[in-house]
């Protein structure tokens, strides 16, 4: 019982100090290993997946358009990164025959005794700001047939975040405004009329390859894949059949809940550096000592991998 009693008072008095010596271990390296930048490309509205996973569909064709972010990670281990990620994506999309759209077919939004859809081609364009916190793996580099490194490696990543959209969707020609007695837009959200923009939680991953100039510098390529849980991102609800068409035109539908599905490509930046770290001299003045800064992926001669 006293062996107990004292490995227990050991392990509460040990357990603090190891948290404590781990957390200064950190502090200690916060400075180090940082990197920053920017990237741009294309994004596109992918699909729409059902939040059961069963059907994965899209009401309306898509367009790609511009993405682009900015970024700050600071690496932790030789292989682990974790930061914050801000992004814009923007895209757009058509319809050029949109009879086979629940929401605008049946929908009493559209569909009342002053008004009445018709089928003339709609477009729709949304942007999406979003804000994660990523955690980012650096594979091994890349090495030639003679077994020398290459300035060059591949990278996944993967972060959840919030994201807020603001979208348009409305005909294509303004005729087709007075034909069905609609006003413009047919529907809008986050933006003109209706400034206010829902937030929604959000996730992305993708894969991608870095290229290293310098140990300072590197260029990156990478291919993501967003979902947002937001059922409109193309500017349309989605609904399904309950019921047949009854005999004065009209037809049951129920609102079912999907993830919007977004693709980007984009093409990057990334700046590598060490802040600054303050010291106490002897003076009792404080003074910046810049770290000496080593990027352990960029080999300025060739390395032998088996070195």
């Not at 059961?52 to 009401?59: E, K």
């Not at 009342?112 to 990523?134: D, E, K, Q």
């Not at 087709?176 to 400034?195: F, I, M, R, T, V």
Request: proline content about 3%; glycine content about 6%; aromatic content about 18%.
């Amino acid at each position: 019982m006293q062996i107990k009693k004292r490995i227990l008072l050991l392990f509460f008095f040990l357990f603090p100090l190891i948290l404590f010596s781990q957390e200064l271990e950190i502090v200690k390296t916060l400075h180090k290993n940082w990197r920053a930048g920017a990237s741009g490309g294309v994004s596109y509205l992918a699909m729409e997946l059902k939040k059961d996973f069963t059907q994965a569909s899209m009401d309306m064709n898509s367009t790609p358009n511009i993405a682009y972010s900015f970024h700050c990670h600071k690496r932790f281990k030789k292989h682990l990164e974790m930061g914050i990620e801000l992004e814009k994506n923007v895209f757009s999309g058509y319809k050029n025959y949109p009879g086979n759209v629940n929401w605008l077919m049946y929908d009493s939004r559209f569909n009342n005794a002053n008004s009445h859809f018709v089928t003339n081609p709609v477009y729709y364009s949304t942007n999406i700001w979003s804000l994660f916190f990523n955690v980012n793996y650096s594979f091994l580099n890349f090495y030639s047939y003679k077994s020398n490194f290459l300035n060059l490696n591949s990278y996944v990543k993967a972060g959840i975040g919030i994201s807020s959209v603001g979208l348009e969707m409305g005909y294509q020609e303004k005729q087709s405004y007075l034909d069905a007695n609609l006003l413009w837009p047919l529907y809008e959200k986050g933006q003109g009329n209706h400034p206010s923009r829902d937030w929604y939680g959000t996730f992305h991953a993708g894969a991608g390859v870095n290229y290293f100039f310098s140990h300072r510098f590197s260029i990156s390529l990478e291919a993501v894949l967003l979902f947002v849980s937001n059922d409109y991102l193309d500017g349309i609800h989605n609904y399904a059949k309950t019921g047949p068409e009854l005999p004065d035109g009209t037809v049951q539908i129920e609102r079912y809940p999907v993830y919007g599905s977004v693709g980007e490509l984009k093409l990057g930046v990334s700046y590598y550096f060490n802040l600054y770290k303050e010291t106490l001299n002897k003076s009792s003045t404080w003074n910046k000592k810049k770290e000496e800064f080593k990027n352990d992926f960029y080999f300025e001669k060739k390395h032998n991998r088996f070195q």
